[in-house]
Protein backbone atom coordinates (compact mmCIF):
# COMPACT_ATOMS: atom_id res chain seq x y z
CA UNK A 1 0.00 0.00 0.00
CA UNK A 2 1.69 3.64 -1.02
CA UNK A 3 0.09 6.73 0.12
CA UNK A 4 1.17 10.15 -1.78
CA UNK A 5 0.44 13.68 -1.24
CA UNK A 6 0.54 16.62 -4.05
CA UNK A 7 -0.73 20.01 -4.52
CA UNK A 8 -2.89 21.79 -6.54
CA UNK A 9 -2.79 25.79 -6.75
CA UNK A 10 -4.92 28.06 -8.36
CA UNK A 11 -5.85 31.45 -8.69
CA UNK A 12 -9.68 31.83 -8.18
CA UNK A 13 -12.12 35.33 -8.32
CA UNK A 14 -14.52 34.36 -5.65
CA UNK A 15 -17.62 34.81 -6.22
CA UNK A 16 -18.91 31.14 -6.76
CA UNK A 17 -15.53 30.83 -9.27
CA UNK A 18 -16.00 27.33 -10.53
CA UNK A 19 -12.94 25.75 -11.78
CA UNK A 20 -12.39 22.42 -13.46
CA UNK A 21 -9.83 20.50 -11.92
CA UNK A 22 -9.58 17.00 -13.52
CA UNK A 23 -6.59 17.71 -15.30
CA UNK A 24 -5.00 18.45 -12.57
CA UNK A 25 -5.71 15.15 -10.55
CA UNK A 26 -5.15 13.21 -13.46
CA UNK A 27 -1.54 15.04 -14.02
CA UNK A 28 -1.07 14.24 -9.84
CA UNK A 29 -2.14 10.37 -10.48
CA UNK A 30 0.15 10.05 -13.20
CA UNK A 31 2.77 11.58 -11.65
CA UNK A 32 1.92 9.23 -8.03
CA UNK A 33 3.15 5.68 -10.05
CA UNK A 34 -0.09 4.58 -7.87
CA UNK A 35 -2.08 1.91 -10.09
CA UNK A 36 -5.50 0.74 -8.30
CA UNK A 37 -6.99 2.74 -5.28
CA UNK A 38 -8.76 5.89 -4.00
CA UNK A 39 -7.70 10.20 -4.72
CA UNK A 40 -9.44 12.28 -2.88
CA UNK A 41 -9.05 16.18 -2.60
CA UNK A 42 -9.41 18.68 0.08
CA UNK A 43 -9.40 22.19 -0.36
CA UNK A 44 -8.04 23.65 3.00
CA UNK A 45 -10.35 27.02 4.12
CA UNK A 46 -13.85 27.54 5.32
CA UNK A 47 -14.92 29.40 2.15
CA UNK A 48 -14.32 26.73 -0.77
CA UNK A 49 -15.06 23.24 -1.41
CA UNK A 50 -15.08 20.54 -4.03
CA UNK A 51 -17.99 18.71 -6.26
CA UNK A 52 -18.26 16.85 -9.34
CA UNK A 53 -20.61 18.14 -11.89
CA UNK A 54 -20.82 17.87 -16.19
CA UNK A 55 -18.19 21.25 -16.34
CA UNK A 56 -20.12 23.32 -19.40
CA UNK A 57 -21.06 26.40 -18.58
CA UNK A 58 -24.81 26.08 -18.74
CA UNK A 59 -24.91 23.41 -15.41
CA UNK A 60 -21.91 25.92 -14.25
CA UNK A 61 -24.31 28.85 -13.98
CA UNK A 62 -27.14 26.54 -12.75
CA UNK A 63 -24.85 25.60 -10.07
CA UNK A 64 -23.80 29.58 -9.38
CA UNK A 65 -27.70 30.60 -9.33
CA UNK A 66 -28.74 27.54 -7.13
CA UNK A 67 -26.44 28.83 -4.72
CA UNK A 68 -27.50 32.23 -5.10
CA UNK A 69 -31.21 31.18 -4.34
CA UNK A 70 -30.45 28.90 -1.54
CA UNK A 71 -27.58 30.84 0.41
CA UNK A 72 -27.98 34.82 -1.06
CA UNK A 73 -25.45 36.49 -0.35
CA UNK A 74 -27.53 39.94 0.17
CA UNK A 75 -29.30 38.82 3.45
CA UNK A 76 -27.86 39.12 6.60
CA UNK A 77 -25.44 36.88 8.61
CA UNK A 78 -24.42 36.89 12.00
CA UNK A 79 -20.52 35.95 11.18
CA UNK A 80 -20.27 39.64 9.14
CA UNK A 81 -21.64 41.08 12.08
CA UNK A 82 -19.25 39.62 14.03
CA UNK A 83 -16.49 39.75 11.94
CA UNK A 84 -17.40 42.82 9.25
CA UNK A 85 -15.31 40.93 6.50
CA UNK A 86 -18.87 40.64 3.58
CA UNK A 87 -18.54 36.62 3.69
CA UNK A 88 -20.47 34.84 5.61
CA UNK A 89 -22.36 33.72 2.41
CA UNK A 90 -19.21 32.28 1.22
CA UNK A 91 -18.85 29.90 4.46
CA UNK A 92 -22.47 28.76 4.87
CA UNK A 93 -22.12 27.94 0.83
CA UNK A 94 -18.86 25.94 1.42
CA UNK A 95 -19.66 24.01 4.65
CA UNK A 96 -22.68 22.79 2.25
CA UNK A 97 -20.78 21.86 -0.62
CA UNK A 98 -17.84 20.39 1.46
CA UNK A 99 -14.03 20.50 1.47
CA UNK A 100 -13.60 16.88 -0.37
CA UNK A 101 -14.17 14.46 -2.63
CA UNK A 102 -13.02 10.78 -2.73
CA UNK A 103 -12.04 9.19 -6.14
CA UNK A 104 -11.69 5.44 -6.74
CA UNK A 105 -9.39 5.03 -9.92
CA UNK A 106 -7.50 1.97 -11.70
CA UNK A 107 -4.75 1.57 -13.87
CA UNK A 108 -4.25 5.31 -12.96
CA UNK A 109 -7.49 6.21 -14.54
CA UNK A 110 -10.06 8.20 -12.46
CA UNK A 111 -13.52 6.30 -12.80
CA UNK A 112 -15.56 9.50 -13.77
CA UNK A 113 -18.38 9.34 -15.76
CA UNK A 114 -18.23 10.29 -19.37
CA UNK A 115 -19.78 13.91 -18.42
CA UNK A 116 -18.35 13.79 -14.69
CA UNK A 117 -15.88 16.20 -14.00
CA UNK A 118 -14.20 17.59 -10.71
CA UNK A 119 -14.36 21.18 -9.71
CA UNK A 120 -13.15 23.37 -6.99
CA UNK A 121 -15.67 26.41 -6.14
CA UNK A 122 -14.27 29.26 -4.34
CA UNK A 123 -17.11 31.16 -2.81
CA UNK A 124 -15.02 34.11 -0.92
CA UNK A 125 -15.75 37.61 -1.52
CA UNK A 126 -12.44 38.21 -3.10
CA UNK A 127 -9.76 36.37 -5.79
CA UNK A 128 -7.83 34.20 -3.51
CA UNK A 129 -4.38 31.88 -3.76
CA UNK A 130 -6.32 28.56 -3.43
CA UNK A 131 -4.58 25.23 -2.45
CA UNK A 132 -6.19 21.61 -2.73
CA UNK A 133 -4.48 18.89 -1.21
CA UNK A 134 -4.80 15.51 -3.66
CA UNK A 135 -3.94 12.43 -1.51
CA UNK A 136 -3.43 8.70 -3.46
CA UNK A 137 -4.00 5.68 -1.33
CA UNK A 138 -3.21 2.54 -3.89
CA UNK A 139 -1.03 0.10 -4.86
Same mark, same amino acid.
Given at each position: ??????????????????????????????????????????????? +?? &??????? @?? %????? *?????? =???????????????????? +?? &??????? @?? %????? *?????? =???????????????????? +?? &??????
Amino acid at each position: MTITTATIRRSTHGFTDVQDITEDLSRCLSESGVQNGLLTVFVPGST +AG &VTTIEFE @PG %VVEDL *RQAFER =LIPQSIRYGHDARWGDGNGF +AH &VRASLLG @PS %VTIPF *RKRSLL =LGTWQQVVLVDFDNRPRERE +AV &VQILGS
